[in-house]
């Protein structure tokens, strides 16, 4: 070993113990193997970006933000909440119906206003595009 190196060693002989005592606590806590996958996926991550990458994750964003400003009033977040919680209740595929089974459906008012709330959007959309 060279003189400067020997000189390193000794000057930094408290930080180099307490850096070995912390390798081999993520060593038995089965830490560091998860801390170098999480640096190697660190690693593909930083390889895979271009700048054609990064553009594309940028119009993303970019386009989640536009997105989320159009369904920040409480009319749009009620009604995208009430999307997401019937889709949750339906737990079972539905059966098919055929016109009789949609007549009879029309009769539920929770159906008349889910269809109701339909056409309002329809309408709307039909004004926008």
């Known amino acids: 070993m060279n003189e400067e190196v020997a000189r390193k060693i000794e000057e930094n ?3 180099i113990l ?5 390798l081999v606590w993520l060593e038995k806590s089965g830490n560091l ?7 190697s996926l660190i690693k593909i991550f930083q390889d895979s970006l271009s700048d054609a ?11 989640l ?16 909440n ?23 459906a029309l009769r539920d008012p929770e159906v008349k206003k889910s269809i109701g709330t339909l056409l309002n959007i329809a309408k709307g959309l039909g004004k926008e595009i």
């Open 53 to 63: 990458v990064i553009d594309k994750i940028s119009e993303i964003l970019t386009n």
């Open 33 to 39: 193997d998860a801390i170098i996958g999480f640096a």
């Open 82 to 104: 009430a999307i997401g919680d019937a889709i949750c209740r339906c737990e079972k595929e539905p059966e098919p119906i055929g016109l009789l089974g949609i007549i009879k």
């Open 13 to 15: 002989k408290d930080a």
């Open 18 to 22: 307490s850096a070995i005592d912390k």
């Open 65 to 80: 933000g536009l997105l989320s400003a159009k369904f920040t009033n409480d009319r749009s977040l009620m009604l995208l």
